[in-house]
């Protein structure tokens, strides 16, 4: 069976651009979690989704939007790019259940000049 | 969610047995432990988690103590390949929704050596 999968795999874009980043989750997973990691740092909690709703948001700025599609898929999107934006954008998918473990896919490189 | 101590570095020789700590000494009664690990350039993997017993499985095995404070991750046979950042996370299990993400500290960064 397929993973998780995230395009594009790399991306560079300039200051005060917007980015849409996607992610397709794992076939049966209707949970999408998204997560930034910034270099020499574990991954940070950006959004989490579940049929179609938001069911969470980390600490991150309103240019962070997220939404999910009805067959699960995700895209994360970033207004007005900052160099700070600049990370490894991991999206992860699970089954809905009580322990909830999350599977991540490769990410998406961000590079922000 | 329950903060987690663990080592910066840890290394390893190829064959042996890779053991690898986590201090949790305020875990809840209801706070699962997992244990992700995230090979350079690539997605964190999940590897194992458990509540109170000891947990195997193909990748793993997972020693919980008795009073929950700490637990070990066991990699049996270290290979090369097992060169990774080591995560620790304590969690609530998944309640109506809430309780979804996972909190990443710094982990340990395990070197397997030939």
């Known amino acids: 069976d397929a993973g998780v999968t995230q395009s594009p795999t790399h991306l560079i874009k300039t200051r005060g651009q917007h980015v849409t980043l996607r992610c397709s989750p794992i076939?049966?997973?209707?949970?999408v979690s998204w997560y930034q990691q910034v270099l020499g740092q574990g991954p940070q909690f950006i959004f989490q989704y579940y049929e179609k709703e938001e069911r969470g948001r980390g600490n991150f700025p309103d240019r962070f939007s997220a939404r999910q599609f009805p067959n699960y898929s995700s895209e994360l999107n970033v207004n007005a790019l900052l160099l700070g934006d600049s990370a490894l954008y991991l999206c992860?998918?699970?089954?809905?259940?009580?322990?909830?473990?999350?599977?991540f896919g490769p990410g998406t490189r961000l590079t922000v000049t | 969610d329950a903060k987690t101590t663990q080592p910066t570095s840890m290394d390893c020789a190829e064959g042996r047995a890779a053991n690898l700590p986590c201090n949790h000494s305020t875990i809840s009664g209801n706070e699962y432990v997992y244990w992700y690990r995230q090979i350079h350039s690539q997605g964190p993997q999940y590897i194992i988690h458990g509540l109170k017993n000891n947990e195997t499985n193909e990748m793993a095995s997972l020693i919980i103590t008795e009073d929950r404070k700490s637990s070990t991750l066991i990699l049996p046979h270290a290979t090369l390949r097992d060169t990774a950042v080591y995560y620790c996370?304590?969690?609530?299990?998944?309640?109506?929704?809430?309780?979804?993400?996972?909190?990443f500290g710094k982990g340990t960064l395990l070197t397997v050596n030939p």
């Open positions: 992860a998918s699970s089954f809905y259940t009580d322990t909830y473990e999350q599977y």
């Open positions: 996370i304590v969690r609530l299990p998944n309640s109506g929704g809430s309780n979804y993400k996972l909190t």
């Open positions: 076939s049966g997973h209707k949970s």
